[in-house]
């Protein structure tokens, strides 16, 4: 009973976040909401690097009862290194401050969250339903700010200051919950992480162990949304459709990163392709009700271009590879393999994008093929999957594809457009 109610509240906080989105992009505009995704992503890289990859491996090592590592010497190594990545994922983040209209002070903050995010606790002391009860928390807060900015017409270069509560409530009720259900010693840690020595060499060696995680859990992220960051530094105009198809897929994100932390023992060769198929019919559904989710999310302008923003939906199903491929990747020690695989499609395709954007030559359809090269190369690549199971994965990928493809000849989007304004105009006239 326990396990449904905590499923069900979990439909609830994905509610929540299209709430949320919806509300965001009639707020803040087309312009200003593209803006926002924007530094939403390369905020997340600097996240990122605020937690240098720790949470992944920290599940891992604390995994099968082995909670007691939160105190260990090589733990409280793992804090300063985290506390060190955290000032320099600041300052880099601080110096991007001129390149946006937003107050970003309150993003700024929360990079130094990690220091005492303990998720991967609850994760590890099977506990991940109070993980859901803390979003579910922090969700509702975030929507009742929303609409203070709504209906009292709050300066929106303040947005950042929701995420920050939102984040700030997210921390401290996983710490709550720790404590109180998972047995975690504030005290104990404390006392531990005080007294233990810092020795430089030690915190090297950490580094250099734990480098090849980092760079690999970085690269997963740039290399699913580098587009959104590139094209806003060169102020490139076609990026529009992307950055929205992109913050739809987005959405999705959350589960699919809950679903992986919460099944670590799963992740393996094995579970692999029912992992991918069940995830590619999961994005044939949203395509498929994609006119009204963007009706609901970002209005009714842009269901006539809905078709565009859906072929970007292929990043729910390349995130969840990436992701996949990545735990993969720290249990068989291959990581540092997967980085070089990444690096080398990130720099083969910024490359290609950087050349037809000097051209002139980057519209729309060039933008989603060098989108689709991208993740083909990368599966291909990738030797942590049988060859079988990729050349299958690179069909899973192009069936999404074809399908928004067919919709698009068959003029669905616009036969649904056209009842869309039908029902407007209606439910208008009705309540005049």
Partial sequence: MIVYLFTFVELINKLLGIIVISTLSRILGTDDFVQYTTIMVFFGYLLELSFFSYQKKNIVDLNGGNEGFVYTGLFYQRTWVIIITSLIALAIFLSSSGQWHFDILPLSIILFLPIITLDYYLYACNLSQYIIASRFISQLSVCCLLLCFYYFNINKIYIFYINFLQSTLLTAF?????????????????????????????????????????????????IVSYEVVLLAFINDAESNEMVLGNRLAMIILPFLHF????????????????????NTIGVLVITFFSPLIILIIYGENYISSGFFLNYYLIFILFQAYVNYIFYISIKNNESAFFAKVLSFTLVISATLTILLVKMGALNKTALFCLVLFKILLTICLSRSIPKNKRIWTCILFLIPVSFNHFLIEINYFYIFFDYCNYALKHFNNYFR
Avoid: P
Avoid at 189 to 205: A, D, K, P, Q, T
Avoid at 261 to 274: A, C, P, Q, R, W
């Fill in 174 to 222: 996983v710490l709550f919950f720790s404590i109180r259900f998972g047995g975690f010693k504030t005290t104990r840690w404390v006392r531990g992480f005080i007294s233990g020595r810092i020795s430089l060499s030690r915190l090297l060696n950490e580094f250099k162990a734990q480098k090849s995680v980092f760079f690999t859990k970085v690269l997963v992220l740039i």
């Fill in 259 to 278: 679903f992986l932390d919460s099944n670590v023992d799963k992740i393996n060769h094995k579970n692999y392709l029912n992992y991918m198929i069940y």
